[in-house]
C-alpha cells in the first residue's frame, strides 16, 4: 500500500514504527488492540427482524455479509454472525475488534508527496488513493 505520513491513513503506532526508517528496511510491529480497533463488545451483538432490514423483500442474508445498519450515531457496518427464520443477529463490532495485531512491514520505496496530496491528506498513485 501507499500512504501519506503524517496524516491519519495508517495505525498512529504503525506510523510512529516507520520514523527513522528507509526504503529496504523490514520490521514488524505488533499492536495490541487498545492501539487498534478497540475492545470488543459482546453487547454490540443484536437481534432483528429480517423484514426491518430488507423491508419484507425477503432477500437472501449469508453469515459474513456486512450490512449497513442505521444507528442512533447514524449508519455503521455491521457483520451478520446468525441467520434465522425471522430474524438475523449482527455484530457491530470492527471486524478486527478485541484482536492484537503484528504487522510485517517492509518499505519498498519513499518518495516526497506532491502538494496535491498534501492537501487532500492521503497519498495518490497504485496502492494508494484512486479518484
Ligand atoms: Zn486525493
Keep these: ?3 501519506l505520513m503524517g496524516e491519519r491513513n495508517v495505525l498512529a503506532v504503525l506510523q510512529e ?3 527513522g526508517k528507509c526504503a529496504g528496511d523490514d520490521f514488524s510491529v505488533d499492536v495490541p488492540h487498545e492501539q487498534a480497533y478497540g475492545r470488543y463488545y459482546p453487547d454490540r451483538i443484536q437481534r432483528v427482524p429480517k423484514k426491518k432490514i430488507d423491508n419484507g423483500a425477503n432477500r437472501k ?3 459474513g455479509q456486512i450490512l449497513n ?3 442512533p450515531n447514524g449508519r455503521s457496518p455491521a457483520t451478520i454472525v446468525k441467520v434465522g427464520k425471522f430474524n438475523i443477529d449482527v455484530d ?3 471486524p478486527l475488534a478485541g484482536k492484537d495485531l ?3 512491514v517492509k518499505i519498498i520505496a519513499v518518495r516526497e508527496s506532491t502538494e496535491e496530496e498534501r492537501q487532500h491528506g492521503h497519498a495518490h498513485g497504485p496502492g494508494g488513493h484512486n479518484h
Design 1 to 3: 500500500m501507499l500512504f
Design 17 to 19: 514504527a516507520f520514523i
Design 61 to 63: 442474508f449469508q453469515i
Design 69 to 71: 445498519m442505521q444507528t
Design 92 to 94: 457491530g463490532n470492527h
Design 102 to 104: 503484528r504487522f510485517d
